[in-house]
């Protein structure tokens, strides 16, 4: 077994410096203050997906009092927060609690070895300068995600070299594109999709969200009144301790009669839909999913943003089979051709287990 500086030896190394292994971090430095650790990451920054994510409007579809710390309340207005507002919620954390101090930037963990004989850890990370750096350790967690950092799954869409224009995965989105008076094509209808349209639509010329299939999307309202009430009744920790397990029970509520009452669910989530977008628009074609509600994921729209760019005519839904791109846009298989000056891929991430070790 290799000799290892001591200043890399620890009682537990953390992979991940995002939301979990900030998380993970002050959990044990909390119960366990007296062990050693240290946090391995490979960027440079703080934040893990919520650094990486740069697209338009990006933001999470859960609320923050349940996605947030237990032990850090989240003090916004909004409870669905955008993407710069995490980050730095979780940059604040690591940050008040001292764990910024403990993070080793542009560390790749590319193998972890376990020794029975001698108990231990061995972790080898490459550094940027093509260099490496062995760690050990009695314990090792690991918070990387489980998506692929370095690449996005984008299938291969026939005519894809043809295209005049540019084709953009949300993962690696180009730093001030400018797409004002743009005719934009988001392919996809999914969670990153449905907060692209209506953010592109803003200033695109128009928008359309291309999908295959239809996804249910619900709307709800980006701040929780009864959170933010509770927050000006009671102490900070009390009115957030609150807050997250409403919420908590809500979802719970609400996924166990989806399955119980699936008809039901699915009527009164496509009843809303409509409210949304009137008696006039297909909303059985662009809204009504073959399956049952959480079978797949729901999508949250807050504050109706979606619905509100389609009933403006600023932004569009098609449901069609992609035929093969052509210099000027989309083929579809029905024959239709979808004018692009700009391609957006929103059509998902690949798995990546433990990091990819």
Same mark, same amino acid.
């Given at each position: ?178 797409? !004002? ?19 592109? !639509? ?156």
């Amino acid at each position: 077994m290799a000799v290892v500086e001591k200043e890399r030896h620890f009682d537990v190394l953390i992979v991940g410096a995002g939301l979990s292994g900030v998380g993970a971090a002050w959990h044990l430095s909390s119960t366990h203050p007296q062990k050693t650790y240290a946090i391995l990451e490979a960027r440079s920054a703080i934040g893990g997906t919520w650094d990486l994510f740069r697209y338009p409007g990006i933001r999470s579809d859960s609320d923050m009092y349940t996605l947030g710390y237990s032990f850090r309340p989240w003090k916004e207005a909004k409870a669905i927060a955008d993407g710069p507002a995490i980050r730095s919620y979780v940059a604040d954390t690591a940050r008040e609690a001292g764990i910024d101090q403990r993070i080793r930037f542009g560390r790749r963990v590319v193998s972890a070895d376990w020794s029975t004989e001698h108990a231990l850890w061995t972790v080898t990370t490459s550094l940027p300068d093509g260099g490496a750096e062995t760690y050990t350790c009695r314990f090792l967690m690991m918070c990387s995600g489980y998506y692929r950092y370095d690449a996005g799954h984008t299938p291969d869409f026939p005519g894809s070299s043809d295209f005049r224009g540019r084709i953009i995965h949300p993962q690696f989105w180009p730093e001030n594109l400018d797409y !004002a008076g743009q005719n934009v094509v988001v392919i996809g209808s999914g969670a990153t999709a449905v907060t692209i349209v209506p953010e592109m !639509a803003r200033t695109a010329a128009h928008v359309t969200m291309l999908q295959r299939s239809p996804t249910y999307v619900v709307s709800r309202p980006s701040s929780d009144p009864i959170a933010n009430a509770l927050r000006k009744m009671l102490p900070t920790r009390l009115a957030y301790s609150l807050a997250r397990w409403k919420n908590v029970l809500m979802g719970m509520y609400m996924f166990r009669a989806s399955r119980k009452r699936p008809e039901k669910v699915k009527s009164m989530l496509i009843d809303l839909v409509r409210k949304e977008l009137g008696d006039g628009y297909d909303v059985e074609t662009h809204f009504t999913p073959r399956y049952n509600p959480w079978t797949q994921r729901l999508c949250l729209v807050p504050d109706g943003d979606l619905f509100a760019s389609i009933r403006e005519g600023r932004a569009s839904v098609v449901t069609a089979e992609i035929d093969r791109f052509t210099p000027e846009g989309v083929r579809l298989k029905t024959g239709q051709t979808l004018p692009a000056d700009i391609i957006v891929t929103a059509t998902g991430l690949e798995l990546l287990f433990l990091g990819g070790m």
